[in-house]
């Protein structure tokens, strides 16, 4: 800036050089503004990250150092890797671009915010895109508007590659709409009812002898009303009387009274129902547990009363004392309680003495306000990651995509990684503690190999989630995390958390729950965010091993079934539950296994 302010200076004597070379030094960064890409984010690996007023001044900063493309978002410039700039994402109030020397042409991405018509979820587009399916290499025309399935789903894109290349999208058998938003042409970018106007008007054609003449009169009806506009569209700014607005939450005042409606997320009249799949929010005790109540539930149905199924244990319970607790299968309460005492005081590769955590501020479950300002992880030492198994654990991690509508390939190589991380945890004491513990109880019987072969299938054996895709197993589940529907799901690993947190996909928003294990280790239930999606309930352990969890997982699975695991970790009560998908001829494949404080 001072070069600059020098260059003005010297030239201020000579009026027709000064304006053509001040252009030559500055024109770059602000003619530049049109390959800014609006609420989008490069997701690579990150080379530094520093303060930046607008995104011109990050735009700036990467002119002036080694850096292909930038991210700026919330006050924060980052320059990515040259080699790794990772995707394009769409990020509420992120802007992207590259250095000024790369050429943008006229295609530039913009996510827009949209919301899927069957629920109240938003969802953001990214426009234009290329192609008609994700991941498809070649070919393909560029897309401005959603595109139709063939049941005539309207879907967009959520994932783009550098090229603008459709990597991911929104689910397919669900309508993405993006209400009265319009692109460059002025077309509709997403709207399952069909093209609106933008503007509030209807057009009237009247015809002579001689020509057809077209006049435009504006309606009179309110445009805070739906009287006499019922099922009609409205313009920018203005309230909505059609059904779509209970999703975008921009219904007129009196939308249900003048349209004879009626608010399908509102417990009003619905409160102790019984569980209804095909509606998106519920009314009963249960779904304070399934976080899935009306947004007015809590002061609709303040009393509403508790009915629980009934459940049909795996085994009669044969004991109740109060000490030994339930005994199923032979395995009582108490053994259980035993054993995993006995398999954490086992656990040579915990670390939880090297690892600080930073829970910050309390909140409540599913609340959106990140009210934590630091991350999760304060200090972590980098001597765990050397260790033989979180070294193969790690490697697994790019072998995942973490949308269940995507298949797995699961190729030779990734087996072979799969294997070798089994075998580093069949090495372990923690799994030979658990190997004797499960003969003892005639749980299995067979031998350590055989029981490698179990682990694998239980946990590494893919399968699908929906519409026959084998997107999902039991280990991306539990050891990562996957993204359905616009969800987080599964997500219990500390090792995962601080992969992604090292690299600013995650955020860490706040907690109620902190329970020390005896030092051994942390327990957490949490909140937190990953990319645009919010995990609303989440729970993980922090500092245990891998094999360790994926020990008493196993064990809770076979001693159990579906039914709570009661154990015990450093003193405290842990309730474990897991679930299974069960096929033909028997074979089953972990679902989803977690845990709970029992405080």
């Known amino acids: ?64 150092t080694r850096c292909s493309y930038w991210t700026w978002v919330s006050g924060k410039c980052e320059l990515k890797r040259i080699a790794k700039p990772g995707d394009k994402v769409p990020a509420r109030g992120a802007t992207s ?58 879907w967009c894109a959520t994932r783009l590659n550098l090229d603008n290349r459709v990597l991911s999208t929104s689910v397919q058998n669900r309508d993405v709409d993006c209400g009265q938003r319009v692109n460059s042409k002025g077309k509709n970018y997403c709207s399952p009812g069909g093209s609106v106007s933008s503007s509030n ?51 007129c005042a009196d939308y249900t009274s003048a349209c004879q409606v009626s608010n399908p997320n509102t417990c009003a009249g ?6 209804d799949r095909s509606k998106d929010c519920q009314c ?14 809590t002061k609709t149905c ?40 006995d398999l954490l005081a086992s656990d040579e590769d915990n670390v939880a003495r090297l690892v600080q955590v930073d829970a910050g501020c309390t909140t409540r479950v599913g609340r959106p306000t990140d009210c934590s300002s630091k991350p999760l992880f304060s200090k972590v030492d980098t001597s765990i990651l050397r260790k033989p198994v979180y070294e193969k654990l790690i490697a697994l991690y790019e072998n995942y995509d973490s ?35 499960l003969k003892s109880k ?62 600013n996909k995650i955020n860490y928003l706040g907690h109620w729950e902190k329970v020390d294990l005896g030092g051994k280790g942390t327990g957490l239930s949490f909140t937190f965010k990953w990319g645009e999606e919010q995990k609303p309930y989440a729970s993980m352990l922090v500092g245990t091993s891998p094999e360790f969890e994926l020990a008493i997982y196993t064990t809770c699975l076979l001693a159990r079934g579906d039914e709570k695991c009661s154990v015990n970790l450093g003193g405290q009560p842990v309730s474990i539950t897991t679930h299974v998908f069960t096929r033909p001829g028997g074979v089953r494949y972990i679902a989803s296994s977690f845990m709970d404080w029992e405080t």
């Open 1 to 64: 800036r001072q070069q600059q302010s020098d260059l003005v200076s010297m030239l201020s004597l000579h009026s027709g050089s000064f304006l053509f070379v001040l252009s030559a030094v500055v024109g770059v960064a602000f003619s530049d503004t049109k390959c800014h890409e609006e609420n989008v984010k490069y997701n690579g690996e990150t080379a530094s990250v520093s303060n930046a007023r607008t995104a011109l001044d990050c735009q700036v900063q990467c002119d002036n």
């Open 97 to 154: 671009g590259s250095k000024s020397s790369k050429a943008c042409g006229n295609v530039t991405v913009k996510a827009v915010p949209c919301k899927y018509t069957d629920t109240q979820q938003e969802i953001l587009c990214a426009f234009p895109f290329v192609g008609e399916n994700p991941g498809q290499k070649s070919g393909g025309s560029s897309h401005e508007t959603c595109l139709k399935t063939k049941k005539g789903h309207f």
């Open 201 to 251: 008007t209807k057009t009237i054609s009247t015809t002579t002898t001689k020509r057809t003449q077209t006049t435009t009169k504006k309606t009179s009806t309110s445009k805070s009303s739906c009287s006499a506009r019922c099922g009609k569209p409205a313009g920018l700014g203005e309230c909505q009387c059609n059904r779509q607005c209970f999703a975008f939450g921009d219904c």
């Open 270 to 275: 619905k409160c102790g129902a019984k569980f």
């Open 284 to 297: 009963n005790v249960g779904c304070e547990k399934f976080k899935n109540c009306c947004p007015d539930f």
């Open 302 to 341: 303040p009393l509403t009363p508790t009915s629980k199924p009934a459940v049909k244990p795996t085994a009669k319970p044969v004991s109740s004392n109060t000490n030994v607790g339930v005994t199923i299968n032979g395995v009582s309460d108490l053994d259980l309680r035993t054993f995993s005492e």
């Open 403 to 437: 949308d269940v509508a995507v298949k797995e390939d699961r190729t030779r190589s990734e087996r072979i990684e799969e294997d070798a991380f089994l075998d580093e945890v069949m090495k372990s004491k923690v799994m030979a503690t658990t190997l004797s513990f």
């Open 442 to 503: 005639k749980l299995f019987t067979k031998s350590s190999k055989d029981f490698k072969r179990l682990l694998k299938e239980l946990w590494f054996d893919v399968y699908s989630r929906g519409k026959r895709i084998l997107g999902s197993s039991g280990f991306e589940h539990v050891f990562l995390g996957e993204k359905k529907a616009g969800k987080v799901q599964g997500f219990h690993n500390w090792v995962y958390f601080h992969h992604l947190e090292k690299q």
